[in-house]
């Protein structure tokens, strides 16, 4: 494949998606499609052949349109009107009503701040592509960083422009890519590999999920780039296996790319080989952090292991090993085509780019969004969220799933970004953001989420293994209102012991919602404490 063939296949597609004057769009990902959006998408299919609008109306299946709780979506091109909950049964309405008067009871306003604050990169084409086609995505400017790099770029020269960019790598733990990539480029080996982290456990999540159905080929774009980059010819995602759209996308993705020569061997006429296989993940949230990972890739049970040797140096197979989340790898390709310098004119002085979120819990408006680093967690409650339904009160916004903290409303001026949110004893996570009402009790929710950590401790080492119980145990007493001060003072201590102790960043991190509670909600353990005391001492 070279550049004027890819040029020929996005002018083809463009003309003939042009050649129509409307295009429909119905979301498909798994949240739409739970919701019939499937049904949907076929009556439209039917009532357009019937009408024989064939040449005038085309009908495609998109990714996620974003506001999850207004779905199914559907949405008009290039009119730009969305329809929410929309049924099998309005598909006549819709097509009625083209060109004219849009249904303004199904009608969606796409000038309200859920819009017009995001800024999407990850998501560029998230509810514009046909995920399942290619020419779809080449149509958008798809593949042509790849080319870009390989026919113009030193692979050393690709590591500057992701350097420059400032990407951390969005699974949590904000290690700046580019270093990370440098680490496994100056490794020596022959043989490297290049993985792609999709395993997403953290209650609330489903940012990777969303984008491995929306745009697969930009991820797999990426983890090409990356490969070339770092000297690796062989790359594997590891998604759990309860995503079963994400991994048919996924293969799909796969198969075409091979088909036009992005994957496989001497990659568009250059001596640059690259294969990609896709590995299924039982469901482990351990497996989420990377030497679990790569232990579960190599046919293992997924355990972490003691680092160093970090993977850059000795990870899958004993072998140099990239691994970075699905939304670093759908940065990838708007970095490469666009510059690193473009990117990191958005965010923070230390934390560049936009950041994708599930936006989940009592808020108004739920689903996906991508915003700037920096901006508020106020804003993106608030504004973008729509803030707290039905009258309730705000009490608490829990970021970074079961490795994160509960923040307060005084705290939500707070910009979002890597330092700012672990100051907070909370921290960015991959993406989960749960909006918590004056209804919750927030010994509860430090609970739940300690049982979540417990059920999934891999119980390999004792601190996570046994403290994690402990500390579940020791909140069941708050709840009962048995605890003692004493209770509480176990609590705190067993809190550092587990965080200090533990192997991994399950172990680590366990203790985060207890304490970032007890931080900010310390009243509510106390009024515990003294409707346990006997009334003559309290």
Not at 138 to 151: E, N, P, R, S
Not at 306 to 329: C, D, H, I, M
Request: charged share 25%; net charge negative.
């Amino acid at each position: 494949m070279t550049n004027e063939e890819l040029l020929a296949i996005s002018e083809k597609e463009q003309e003939l998606q042009q050649q129509v004057r409307y295009r429909i769009m119905v979301c498909s990902s798994t949240g739409c499609l739970s919701s019939r959006s499937d049904e949907i998408l076929a009556a439209l299919e039917a009532e357009v052949k019937q009408r024989g609008l064939e040449n005038e109306v085309l009908v495609k299946k998109v990714g996620c349109l974003g506001l999850c709780a207004a779905g199914p979506i559907v949405s008009i091109q290039p009119d730009g009107i969305l329809y929410k909950e929309m049924t099998p049964e309005d598909v006549p309405a819709i097509l009625d009503r083209l060109g004219g008067e849009p249904l303004e009871e199904k009608r969606i306003d796409t000038h309200q701040p859920f819009f017009t604050r995001q800024k999407k990169n990850a998501l560029e084409n998230a509810g514009v592509v046909d995920p399942e086609r290619i020419e779809d995505y080449i149509a958008t400017g798809g593949y042509a960083a790849l080319i870009k790099v390989l026919t113009e770029f030193s692979p050393s020269e690709v590591i500057q422009e992701v350097q420059k960019s400032g990407l951390r790598g969005r699974g949590g733990a904000g290690y700046p890519t580019g270093l990370k990539w440098s680490t496994v480029a100056k490794a020596e080996g022959e043989q490297k590999f290049v993985v792609c982290n999709a395993d997403e456990g953290d209650p609330g999540a489903f940012m990777d999920r969303s984008i491995l159905e929306s745009d697969p080929h930009r991820v797999l774009e990426g983890m090409i780039i990356a490969a070339y980059a770092v000297g690796a010819n062989q790359g594997y995602v590891y998604v759990r296996a309860e995503y079963p759209l994400a991994v048919k996308r996924f293969r799909t993705a796969i198969r075409q790319a091979e088909k036009m020569g992005f994957l496989g061997q001497n990659i568009c006429g250059t001596p640059f080989s690259f294969k990609v296989d896709v590995r299924l993940g039982a469901g482990a949230f351990v497996c989420g952090e990377e030497t679990a990972l790569l232990q579960s890739v190599e046919g293992n049970r997924g355990m972490p292991r003691l680092r160093p040797p970090y993977p850059a140096q000795s990870g899958l197979f004993g072998k140099p090993t990239l691994v970075n989340n699905v939304e670093t790898y759908a940065n990838i390709p708007a970095i490469l085509r666009n510059g690193g310098e473009w990117f990191a004119q958005t965010g923070t002085e230390k934390s560049k780019g936009t950041k994708v979120f599930a936006l989940t819990g009592k808020v108004k408006n739920t689903g996906l969004i991508e915003v700037p680093m920096g901006i508020t967690l106020r804003e993106i409650v608030y504004d973008i969220g729509g803030g707290v339904p039905d009258g309730r009160k705000f009490k608490a916004v829990q970021t970074g799933g079961p490795s994160g903290g509960c923040i307060p409303e005084e705290l939500l001026d707070t910009p979002v970004d890597y330092e700012s949110l672990k100051a907070l004893g909370s921290m960015m996570g991959s993406g989960g953001m749960i909006v918590i009402d004056d209804r919750s009790d927030m010994i509860d929710v430090a609970r739940y989420f300690m049982e979540f950590s417990m059920e999934e401790s891999c119980g390999k080492c004792v601190p996570c293994r046994v403290g994690t119980v402990q500390l579940y145990n020791l909140l069941g007493k708050f709840q009962r209102r048995e605890a003692t001060e004493e209770d509480l003072k176990t609590l705190e201590e067993l809190c550092d012991l587990v965080r200090s102790a533990s192997l991994c960043g399950l172990g680590q991190a366990a203790p985060n919602p207890i304490l970032s509670t007890l931080k900010y909600f310390r009243e509510e353990y106390l009024a515990k404490i003294r409707k346990s005391t006997p009334v003559e001492e309290a």
